[in-house]
């Protein structure tokens, strides 16, 4: 869905031998191949804050250009999943070209029988319906592992952050971005202080009661961040992070700052 121009402007921008084919949908063996718009993938890589020691794994992988770009431009390593020989045969000479070969693997194999626990940034392009049934082994995976999918949402699960690409940077079509963070599973009873707190969580969101000194308050404003939890309770801002069944942080209300810490009871 990009210009002929600005494909080859990124092409020469930073000088990736093999990825300046157009990236307009076509066929490519007896499948339809719809490359994500190279500065899309820039965009995903740029949200997930990829770095040199992420491990990324791309599910549909294409052409290679969402692992190439990942390992090229921001220094880290992984492989690519994909079924069609034709391209796997074209991102790994992408991925010679471009002198990565090394560090950027590109193999046949089922997306949903891949073991994902390599990986701290996951990227993908596919239909919901595909994502949904990958969502449960996703959710399993590491608390703070990062997602990014090119345009398709995952169902019930309300991605972190959305960016979109307009047309004023060369993209019309397929140019939003969506991004979530795998949240640690907290749900339960927790020992906190001298009360309990008791959580209810569908997917990053979080509800549930604090109880202490005889009161029970409803929780507000609950969501994890990877590890990271923060929620509101009876006026006091509870904000810290999970490690297992260990909560400990930081408050902050009216009458001042202190320090929490909870250990989980029950599930």
Not at 51 to 74: C, E, H, Q, W
């Amino acid at each position: 869905c990009s210009s002929d121009l600005v494909v080859l402007a990124l092409a020469a921008a930073w000088a990736q031998p093999g990825l300046a084919a157009e990236d307009r949908e076509r066929g490519v063996g007896d499948v339809v191949y719809v490359p994500t718009p190279q500065i899309v993938v820039d965009e995903m890589l740029s949200m997930a804050k990829t770095g040199p020691n992420d491990f990324i794994i791309d599910l549909g992988s294409g052409d290679g250009r969402m692992v190439i770009t990942a390992v090229k431009k921001y220094g880290a390593r992984g492989f690519g999943v994909e079924v069609s020989d034709d391209l796997l045969d074209e991102a790994r000479n992408n991925a010679k070209a471009n002198g990565v070969a090394d560090r950027a693997e590109f193999r046949k194999q089922n997306l949903f029988e891949t073991d994902l626990s390599q990986a701290t940034v996951i990227t993908t392009y596919l239909l919901p319906s595909m994502k949904e049934k990958l969502r449960p082994k996703i959710l399993d995976l590491k608390p703070g592992t990062r997602i990014v999918s090119n345009s398709f949402t995952m169902g019930e699960w309300q991605d972190d952050e959305t960016a979109t690409v307009d047309s004023t940077q060369g993209c019309t079509t397929y140019c939003t971005a969506h991004f979530w963070i795998v949240p640690a599973k907290v749900q339960g009873t927790w020992k906190l202080g001298d009360g309990e707190l008791t959580l209810k969580q569908e997917f990053q969101m979080l509800s549930g009661t604090l109880t202490a000194g005889g009161k029970s308050m409803a929780i507000a404003n609950g969501k994890m961040r990877g590890d990271e939890i923060q929620f509101i309770a009876g006026g006091t801002e509870y904000a810290g992070k999970v490690s297992g069944g260990l909560m400990e942080g930081a408050t902050k209300s009216g009458s001042g700052s202190g320090r929490f810490q909870a250990t989980r009871t029950g599930s």
